[in-house]
């Protein structure tokens, strides 16, 4: 019997919606999914240093899903730049303690512990929610 799904644990927002090849438009491309916990394991060992254990820790799941989450991450974003396709950041199947918001106006990613109505940054009420 396997055992129960943990929930993946993500705690810092992307500030961008994804990347795209140098000089050409993003209509002209293909693209690749980099889900959100993929980018969070990409976050925990190669930017803060942490160790593959430790970033499973972190994000509240086993040693081999992370090494699964992590290779599939690299996977990712070598066939976006050996094939020169668009990364786009989104979606996957997290958790995280806050409430994260992009402004449509400012475009800037806000972090809130309680629902928020308007953004911190240009007070537009033209926020989303990008972690429902």
Known sequence: MPNRKRQRRVAVPPRMEGYKPFGIPARDLQSVILLYEELEAIRLVDYEGLLQDEAAVKMNI???????????????????????????IKGGDYVTDDYWYKCE??????ITMKPAKHCRYCNSDDIVLINS
């Open 62 to 88: 086993s040693r081999p899903t992370f090494t699964r989450l992590y290779n599939k991450a690299h996977r990712t974003i070598a066939k976006a730049f050996i094939e020169g396709k668009v990364i786009l």
């Open 105 to 110: 106006k400012c475009k800037e990613v806000m």
